[in-house]
């Protein structure tokens, strides 16, 4: 057989993460305290760095064991490196970057099939990953959702299967109803509630006891009618260039000098990166703050159409970072607010339904479905099981518990 030997030249674009990026990107992701704390070490070791402004004064010895805690999403990318599951690494840390302060997605899934242009098997396969993890019960829709993982997980099966089909019947605690769906007797529910029992609703609490302790990326104000966002930045570094030419041909000096300019250079993105998405997110919630008016539907793709960064660059950036607002300090992805079906926003939604239910009558109670009906006559679209989950939410009981009995 006699055989050919070709050659074919191909143009493939390829992208790949070096150190330095790397590095990049994960200070996008730290909050103020631990900024500020890298700068004060930066100030003490590096030779090259001076400050023209004195540093941020931050009781550190307070927090320091605070500040040095691991966080949620360190725990999670850490297991996932140990992970022998086949996954995609933008999607799953997509997910990872997106949970909220409870550990929880941020978002109903429908949000991420339309952000991360994916099915939902692909979205539910990398979820599965995340909620095979520690603490048991992270990466939930909700706190119902959280223990039906850890009641899966821990084998109780009868207790997953009561609590996954009649959750609603069981929120409500009524034995007859509950016997009657479920044809169990009064002390067969009693075991399997024993098992519900002993799940945490909010596994990842312990992440989160430090949330207090905050300080605010950004200021705003209103001046003249102006929304004014005013930074809140790091010392002003500068790099003592006359100090190195002295001492240019020792190789350890070369280092220092090299890594005073990347630090430089890092903080000088992240922070131009911080403000031009806060600028972009408060320019969308213009109404929110000249008018107390609802927040606006607003996603990761509007700010990516808006601003030119990627989704997961900004859901990196909006991590840890905060606002303050009226003496009051708020975090910056609260400005997020996910669409119904309908287009409508959440925060609206929610508004709507705490206004309704506070002037109902307490004792006929409006249902959920009866909230439905409500909020179309407002112009306000979505499905009676989304008006069950934003009530959950909102803790506020089902109709049942909110009537007054005579």
Same mark, same amino acid.
């Given at each position: 057989?006699?055989?050919?030997?070709?050659?074919?030249?191909?143009?493939?674009?390829? /992208?790949?993460?070096?150190?330095?990026?790397?590095?990049?990107?994960?200070?996008?992701?730290?909050?103020?305290?631990?900024?500020?704390?890298?700068?004060?070490?930066?100030?003490?070791? $590096?030779?090259?760095?001076?400050?023209?402004?004195?540093?941020?004064?931050?009781? %550190?010895? %307070?927090?320091?064991?605070?500040?040095?805690?691991?966080?949620?999403?360190?725990?999670?990318?850490?297991?996932?490196?140990?992970?022998?599951?086949?996954?995609?690494?933008?999607?799953?840390?997509?997910?990872?970057?997106?949970? $909220?302060?409870?550990?929880?997605?941020?978002?109903?899934?429908?949000?991420? /099939?339309e952000e991360l242009n994916i099915s939902k098997e692909i979205f539910e396969r990398n979820l599965k990953i995340i909620q095979s993890f520690e603490p048991v019960g992270v990466g939930a829709q909700d706190t119902i959702d959280s223990i039906c993982i850890q009641?899966?997980?821990?084998?109780?099966? !009868?207790?997953?299967?009561?609590?996954?089909?009649?959750?609603?019947?069981?929120?409500?605690?009524?034995?007859?109803?509950?016997?009657?769906?479920?044809?169990?007797?009064?002390?067969?529910?009693?075991?399997?509630?024993?098992?519900?029992?002993?799940?945490?609703?909010?596994?990842?609490?312990?992440?989160?006891?430090?949330?207090?302790?905050?300080?605010?990326?950004?200021?705003?104000?209103?001046? $003249?009618?102006?929304?004014?966002?005013?930074?809140? $930045?790091?010392?002003?570094?500068?790099?003592?260039?006359?100090?190195?030419?002295?001492?240019?041909?020792?190789?350890?000096?070369?280092?220092?000098?090299?890594?005073?300019?990347?630090?430089?250079?890092?903080?000088?993105?992240?922070?131009?990166?911080?403000?031009?998405?806060?600028?972009?997110?408060?320019?969308?919630?213009?109404?929110?703050?000249?008018?107390?008016?609802?927040?606006?539907?607003?996603?990761?793709?509007?700010?990516?159409?808006?601003?030119?960064?990627?989704?997961?660059?900004?859901?990196?950036?909006?991590?840890?970072?905060?606002?303050?607002?009226?003496?009051?300090?708020?975090?910056?992805?609260?400005?997020?607010?996910?669409?119904?079906?309908?287009?409508?926003?959440?925060?609206s939604i929610k508004k709507a339904l705490v206004l309704l239910i506070s002037n109902e009558n307490k004792n006929k109670p409006l249902s959920d479905e009866a909230l439905v009906k409500k909020l179309e006559e407002l112009d306000l679209h979505c499905s009676r099981?989304?008006?069950?989950?934003?009530?959950?939410?909102?803790?506020?009981?089902?109709?049942?518990?909110? !009537?007054?009995?005579?």
């Amino acid at each position: 057989m006699k055989q050919k030997m070709s050659y074919q030249q191909t143009l493939k674009q390829t /992208f790949k993460l070096n150190q330095k990026m790397i590095n990049s990107l994960d200070f996008l992701k730290v909050d103020n305290v631990e900024i500020n704390q890298m700068i004060d070490e930066a100030l003490q070791t $590096n030779p090259f760095l001076e400050t023209k402004t004195l540093p941020v004064e931050h009781d %550190y010895n %307070y927090l320091e064991n605070i500040s040095h805690k691991i966080t949620l999403q360190e725990e999670l990318y850490h297991q996932l490196y140990g992970c022998k599951e086949s996954y995609d690494e933008e999607i799953i840390s997509y997910i990872i970057e997106s949970l $909220n302060d409870k550990g929880f997605l941020s978002y109903p899934k429908e949000t991420y /099939f339309e952000e991360l242009n994916i099915s939902k098997e692909i979205f539910e396969r990398n979820l599965k990953i995340i909620q095979s993890f520690e603490p048991v019960g992270v990466g939930a829709q909700d706190t119902i959702d959280s223990i039906c993982i850890q009641l899966k997980k821990a084998n109780k099966i !009868k207790a997953y299967k009561l609590m996954k089909l009649y959750k609603n019947v069981i929120l409500t605690q009524n034995y007859n109803l509950i016997e009657k769906r479920t044809r169990l007797t009064k002390k067969e529910i009693d075991e399997l509630f024993k098992d519900i029992k002993q799940c945490d609703p909010f596994p990842c609490s312990q992440y989160f006891s430090f949330e207090n302790y905050i300080y605010p990326d950004i200021n705003i104000t209103i001046e $003249n009618n102006e929304i004014i966002i005013t930074p809140i $930045n790091q010392p002003d570094l500068i790099v003592n260039d006359s100090l190195y030419q002295v001492v240019k041909n020792d190789e350890q000096m070369k280092k220092y000098f090299q890594e005073a300019h990347f630090l430089i250079e890092n903080l000088t993105k992240r922070n131009k990166t911080i403000l031009m998405i806060a600028n972009e997110l408060v320019a969308i919630q213009e109404g929110y703050f000249k008018y107390q008016d609802e927040l606006i539907a607003c996603t990761l793709s509007d700010l990516e159409a808006r601003c030119g960064f990627h989704k997961s660059t900004i859901s990196r950036t909006l991590n840890n970072k905060y606002y303050s607002f009226h003496n009051e300090i708020f975090p910056l992805k609260n400005l997020l607010v996910s669409k119904t079906n309908s287009g409508d926003s959440s925060d609206s939604i929610k508004k709507a339904l705490v206004l309704l239910i506070s002037n109902e009558n307490k004792n006929k109670p409006l249902s959920d479905e009866a909230l439905v009906k409500k909020l179309e006559e407002l112009d306000l679209h979505c499905s009676r099981r989304v008006i069950t989950k934003y009530r959950q939410q909102l803790s506020i009981p089902s109709s049942s518990k909110r !009537k007054i009995k005579n």
